[in-house]
Antibody
Framework: QVQLQESGPGLVRPSETLSLTCLVS?????????WGWVRQPPGKGLEWIGS???????YYNPSLKSRLTISVDTSKNRFSLTLSSVTAADTAVYYC???????????WGQGTVVTVSS | EIVLTQSPGTLSLSPGERATLSCRAS???????LAWYQQKPGQAPRLLIY???SRATGIPDRISGSGSGTDFTLTISRLEPEDSAVYYC?????????FGQGTKLEIK
C-alpha cells in the first residue's frame, strides 16, 4: 500500500525559506511516476505547485518558479520542496501527492500546515 | 495556462436528488485529461474521476463524469449525506496542472 507522509516545520518566519519533505512508503520512487506538491491556503482552493520525476526532471508553477525548488532523493525514497522568501501568502496546508503523464494525482499525503508569521 | 471555472459555487440538495457540477476550461483540454476530486473538511482530496469519465478505484457508479473539449460535468445521483464536500476539477495535460475554484455541495 502506497503511503505519502509530509514533514517539516509548522512555522516559518517571513522572508525565510520553507522546506518540506515527503517520505514515500510501499513504492520505490525509482520505479517511476511524478511526485508533486499541492497547497491550499486557509479556506481557499487547491494550487498545483510542481512535480518531479525520479530522474530529476521538474515542472514548476510559473507563479512560484523563481522561489521554488523540488528535489528527489531516491536512496531515501523521498522528495522535497524548498520555497524561498516566504510571505504570509504562502501560509497553507501543503500536500504531497503522486501523478503521472496522462494520470492525475491518485495518492495523497495527509497534508501539513505551514504558517508564515513572525 | 488553462483556467478552469466551476459552477455553481454552492449547491444545496436533498438526499436522493441528483447533483450536476460544471467545469469549463479556457481552452480545449487535450485527450480529455480532466479529473474530479472530492475534499471533505480536514482531509486530503480524493480522486473520483480521470480522463473526464473514468471512475477511480472504489468510486461507486452513482458518481459519473462526462464532457470533452472545454465543457465537463460531474454528476452524483441518489445523493447521500456523505456526499457533502467540496468538489474540484483539474486539468493535467498542460503545466501548470490547474484546479478549478471548487463547488461546495451541501446535503440538506
Amino acid at each position: 500500500q502506497v503511503q505519502l507522509q509530509e514533514s517539516g516545520p509548522g512555522l516559518v518566519r517571513p522572508s525565510e525559506t520553507l522546506s518540506l519533505t515527503c517520505l514515500v512508503s510501499g513504492y520505490s520512487i525509482s520505479n517511476g511516476y511524478f511526485w508533486g506538491w499541492v497547497r491550499q491556503p486557509p479556506g481557499k482552493g487547491l494550487e498545483w505547485i510542481g512535480s518531479i520525476y525520479h530522474s530529476g526532471s521538474t515542472y514548476y508553477n510559473p507563479s512560484l518558479k523563481s522561489r521554488l525548488t523540488i528535489s528527489v532523493d531516491t536512496s531515501k525514497n523521498r522528495f522535497s520542496l524548498t520555497l524561498s522568501s516566504v510571505t504570509a501568502a504562502d501560509t497553507a496546508v501543503y500536500y504531497c501527492a503522486r501523478e503521472d503523464t496522462g494520470d492525475p494525482f491518485d495518492m495523497w499525503g495527509q497534508g501539513t500546515v505551514v504558517t508564515v508569521s513572525s | 495556462e488553462i483556467v478552469l471555472t466551476q459552477s455553481p459555487g454552492t449547491l444545496s440538495l436533498s438526499p436522493g436528488e441528483r447533483a450536476t457540477l460544471s467545469c469549463r476550461a479556457s481552452q480545449s483540454v487535450t485527450n480529455n485529461y480532466l479529473a474530479w476530486y472530492q475534499q471533505k473538511p480536514g482531509q486530503a482530496p480524493r480522486l473520483l474521476i480521470y480522463v473526464a469519465s473514468s471512475r477511480a478505484t472504489g468510486i461507486p457508479d452513482r458518481i459519473s463524469g462526462s464532457g470533452s473539449g472545454t465543457d465537463f460535468t460531474l454528476t452524483i445521483s441518489r445523493l447521500e449525506p456523505e456526499d457533502s464536500a467540496v468538489y474540484y476539477c483539474q486539468q493535467y495535460v498542460n503545466s501548470p496542472h490547474t484546479f478549478g475554484q471548487g463547488t461546495k455541495l451541501e446535503i440538506k
